[in-house]
């Protein structure tokens, strides 16, 4: 980017002014560089696999190769102990299922007035018979005629990282 087209946030962020941009003088052995094959393979881009699975296999096989090593292993007897559930506390009752039948007693039950009265929704008056300000949404002509301040344009501009 030219130091022309930029704005002069930009040219003070980067701490640049007109006078003090120069050009630099580039040797005639780096103007003239070849890089070499290593360098060409190097900037090559990586092509991943964007799928972790391997094509044209049945849906049985692993999606990735387990080591032989892994495969022939054989737990301790200590690994087997702490691979085990725990067990519940002899004092301890085990969680109520999530679902459950509904007591006779609960069936019969009638609500109360007071839970009625509670449970209606609460009725408002319609704005017809409310005092409505139709000009509450207006907005004034000094809020039209308002301008930015200098600083608060500062302000709102990003920062430059």
């Keep these: ?17 007109k006078n003090s941009m120069h050009k630099t003088r580039i040797k005639q052995s780096v103007r003239t560089a070849v890089a070499s094959a290593r360098i060409q393979r190097l ?3 990586i092509v991943k696999k964007s799928n972790p699975c391997y094509e044209n ?3 049985e096989a692993p999606i990735r190769k ?19 559930a725990k067990a519940l506390p002899p004092n301890s ?17 009638v609500a109360s007035p ?7 929704c609460p009725t408002r ?3 017809n018979f409310v005092q409505f300000n139709p000009e509450a949404f207006t907005v004034t ?18 920062i430059l990282r």
């Design 66 to 84: 387990v080591n032989l090593a892994a495969l022939q292993t054989v737990a301790t007897p200590r690994l087997v102990e702490l691979s085990k």
């Design 141 to 158: 002509e000094a809020a039209k005629k308002a301008r930015c301040t200098d600083r608060l344009n500062k302000l709102a501009e990003p």
């Design 114 to 120: 007071r839970l009625l009265e509670l449970a209606r």
């Design 1 to 17: 980017m030219k130091l022309e087209e930029m704005s002069s946030c930009q040219r003070d962020a980067l701490g640049l002014t």
């Design 125 to 127: 008056a319609s704005t």
């Design 57 to 59: 296999r049945y849906m």
């Design 43 to 45: 900037a090559q881009p």
């Design 93 to 109: 009752f085990p969680d109520r299922r999530a679902e459950w039948s509904v007591s006779q007693a609960a069936k019969k039950t």
